[in-house]
């Protein structure tokens, strides 16, 4: 792939978030009177914006929702940022990226405040240029629309730059700004799922698309 700037989406992509951003769902469910015992129904929540996915997952009015994510917060900022794992073979891809010459971002709708203290506490921040993402009021959680905000603040050009993520949000915001994607097997969209939109490339493994890199 001779693409020179890579847009990495973070949860799923980079780490997997699972524990902490179950863990904090159900908590926001619990401060609502909602049980939900079983971590595993939470895991749809992993990638899509927070907001939207309390009122498709739970049938929340726009106003219950943003109640649903001030809980979830509230447990996320203090414990759940940090209940996560860098997938194996990670930092060694990006060192090796980098060395290749190749710019690199984050481009995720997780609130940019939670991204960079993910990045510094993981200490990957220095593979990036930048890290993006949403801002807390939900500005920019549209994948699409973050996309587009990268690409105007960093003047890249559409044809050398490559989004890689695991979910269909990542490869429909990709071409709504003309970039060719990856999608990644390993992370919480299923096969289905990115095959639906067609992404350019398909590496069921990190190791894969580390291969693919050269």
């Known amino acids: 792939?001779?693409?020179s700037t890579l847009l990495f989406?973070?949860?799923?992509?980079?780490?997997?978030p699972r524990e902490g951003i179950t863990r904090s769902?159900?908590?926001?469910?619990a401060q609502l009177g909602i049980d939900e015992p079983d971590l595993t129904r939470l895991e749809p929540f992993i990638g899509p914006p927070l907001l939207q996915a309390f009122m498709a997952f739970y049938?929340?009015?726009e106003a219950r929702a943003w109640e649903a994510?001030?809980?979830y917060r509230e447990r996320f900022k203090r414990v759940g940022l940090y209940e996560n794992l860098l997938f194996d073979g990670v930092l060694e891809m990006l060192e090796h990226l980098r060395g290749q010459g190749r710019t690199l971002y984050v481009a995720t709708s997780k609130p940019s405040v939670f991204a960079r203290e993910i990045a510094r506490h993981f200490a990957f921040d220095h593979h990036?240029?930048?890290i993006y993402g949403s801002e807390l009021d939900g500005t920019r959680t549209d994948k699409a629309e973050l996309i587009a905000h990268?690409?105007?603040e960093e003047g890249l050009d559409p044809e050398q730059t490559l989004m890689i993520g695991d979910r269909k949000h990542d490869l429909i915001g990709a071409r709504a700004?003309?970039?060719a994607a990856v999608a990644v097997g390993y992370g919480f969209g299923s096969h289905a799922e990115l095959m639906a939109e067609s992404p350019a490339y398909h590496y069921a493994t990190l190791a894969e698309l580390r291969a693919a890199f050269g």
Request: hydrophobic share 45%; glycine share 12%.
């Open 9 to 16: 989406d973070l949860d799923g992509t980079l780490t997997d």
């Open 177 to 179: 700004n003309g970039l």
């Open 59 to 61: 049938g929340f009015d």
């Open 150 to 152: 990268v690409i105007a």
């Open 69 to 71: 994510v001030g809980h």
């Open 25 to 29: 769902i159900q908590y926001a469910l």
């Open 128 to 130: 990036f240029t930048m």
């Open 1 to 3: 792939m001779h693409h």
